[in-house]
């Protein structure tokens, strides 16, 4: 059974409006008058982090991965679950370790979760609560802009120096090994949005899965995509440098639909918080994905990003 | 690291009151009028099940676990998460198949969680709401019965029968695998005791849990233990029998605190809903537990159950 024929099976099964048919990065549960957003993301060693990453990173990881979840829906965290295997001491004193920093940074209380004797493979559950409006990845409509935050590629990248297949360039390891959670940008964004979700498993393929959700085309500028001048100076420009940043994934940048009219507001706001906000497509009528290279239609890639979920 | 001293360190960070200092089976966080009751257990393939365990069982008791803790605090599930590590495709087809029904048999919603390629590591998020008081394991006092639902020792003993120890019992060998849930009770006993939690551990460690957080001491007669008909035909009964039905674990039947007044309304919700209630102890001045045989004191025996939390 695929992760794919798996999922589908589950989805039939989480026929609950909160589920948002397993189509969103988060369930939204409204209960007692409050809009809940919660999220369950694991870590699994050897797949989503090396044996060899400090063990501190990988618990800021399981951290901000989750958190950009609820970032994406412009929620407000109010706890988190951990569920832990314990393993070798050393490891999971210095896990712990980490896990107080990012929960220090992110300001999220530790609520409760569970221990266990296992393999390493790690889970958080984060609650949130919505902070206004939540957007979904399906409002995206035909002339809304797409935009995605700060530089898309440098965690994809810093992946490839840990392998040893770029030279060293720590800014681009960082970024791999502890990535944001764009809280702040995410509630500011959700009243402006018309979808929003976080780019987690590729540009290319998150962005086509909001086009499908949302029943529209969409069209990706390869040349607006925004990378940083870590990623420019470890892997260069060039479109096999920009799909490479477009396919990697890990990114867990904000990527948003908004309408054109909205556009003076969304650069205020990444204005405002000192976070760069470039728009890099345009939704339009019809079905699938589009990209370009300074107008010229592109041949997709094989591969647009992780395939699951 | 041992799991204590991890949960010692983990124990620190959670200092929000919704942890409850990570002492009860479930976080309760207050948010927007209403209290919300959460809780998130894992369940390890050679560790809280056997590989040859059928998948779907495997999907009820994680499921089961779960809820289990909501009972306990008297809450009304509103949905779960999901943390599932694919594997074998006809393990996985099975296990999607028992959630199914397991989901249904408790009106559970599948709101969302994760999907991953891994080890067998299942996860489980729970969110429940508050049906009114949420009772704690800290709320006995000197003076107030200790009581049991249900009958203790089955799920113990169905191990045993499927490891080999003990002659076929289907009924015990049910009871290991596809543990209940006490909901319904749970809710209705929450406005009645003192403090409540659910028997994972094993009846008399999680009661010198409770004696513990209560700051009280605990006396428990041995010969008061609930014993099924099945485990009495499997086990037999004396002293050695009912000491490994009180430290076996894997019961999920609920541990409560009531005042003496509240005698006639416990056994007035026993009787309606058809559960037995039992009164096993008595919550006196001191701390720890004491074990007595037909009014003797008994030496403790040197494990009272599954050592962690």
New interface residues.
């Given amino acids: 059974?695929?992760?794919s024929a798996?999922?589908e099976?589950?989805r039939r099964?989480?026929?609950?409006p909160?589920?948002?048919g397993?189509l969103d990065d988060?369930?939204v549960?409204e209960?007692?008058?409050?809009t809940?957003v919660?999220?369950?993301?694991?870590l699994?060693?050897?797949?989503?982090f090396l044996p060899d990453d400090p063990p501190q990173d990988v618990a800021w990881k399981l951290v901000a991965v989750n958190l950009s979840d609820l970032a994406a829906k412009g929620a407000r965290p109010?706890?988190a679950?951990?569920?832990?295997?314990?393993g070798d001491?050393?490891w999971?004193?210095s896990f712990?370790e980490g896990?107080?920093g990012a929960?220090a940074a992110f300001h999220l209380?530790?609520?409760?979760?569970?221990?266990?004797?296992?393999?390493r493979?790690l889970?958080l559950?984060a609650?949130g609560?919505a902070s206004g409006p939540v957007p979904s990845r399906t409002g995206a409509r035909p002339g809304d802009r797409l935009w995605v935050s700060g530089a898309i590629g440098d965690a994809g990248a810093g992946l490839r120096v840990l392998k040893g297949e770029l030279g060293p360039a720590p800014a681009l390891v960082e970024r791999y090994r502890t990535p944001r959670a764009r809280l702040a940008l995410g509630q500011a964004l959700a009243p402006l949005v018309s979808a929003m979700m976080d780019v987690s498993d590729g540009l290319l393929i998150d962005a086509k899965r909001m086009a499908a959700a949302s029943a529209a085309a969409v069209e990706i500028a390869l040349e607006a995509i925004p990378l940083s001048d870590a990623y420019l100076a470890a892997v260069g420009d060039g479109r096999a440098a920009r799909i490479d940043a477009a396919t990697a994934g890990d990114d867990y940048e904000l990527l948003f639909a908004a309408r054109p009219d909205r556009t003076r507001d969304v650069l205020a706001l990444g204005e405002r918080l000192a976070i760069p906000l470039t728009p890099i497509g345009l939704f339009a009528d019809g079905a699938g994905l589009v990209l370009t290279d300074d107008g010229e239609p592109l041949p997709l890639p094989p591969r647009l990003g992780w395939e699951?979920?």
Avoid: K, N, Q, Y
């Fill in positions: 059974m695929t992760e798996f999922i099976c589950l099964l989480a026929s609950h909160a589920a948002r397993l988060a369930a549960l209960v007692g008058g409050t809940l919660l999220t369950h993301d694991m699994v060693e050897g797949v989503h109010l706890g679950l951990l569920g832990f295997p314990l001491e050393a999971d004193r712990v896990l107080a929960l209380p530790l609520l409760g979760g569970d221990t266990v004797t296992g393999p493979v889970g559950t609650i609560e699951h979920g």
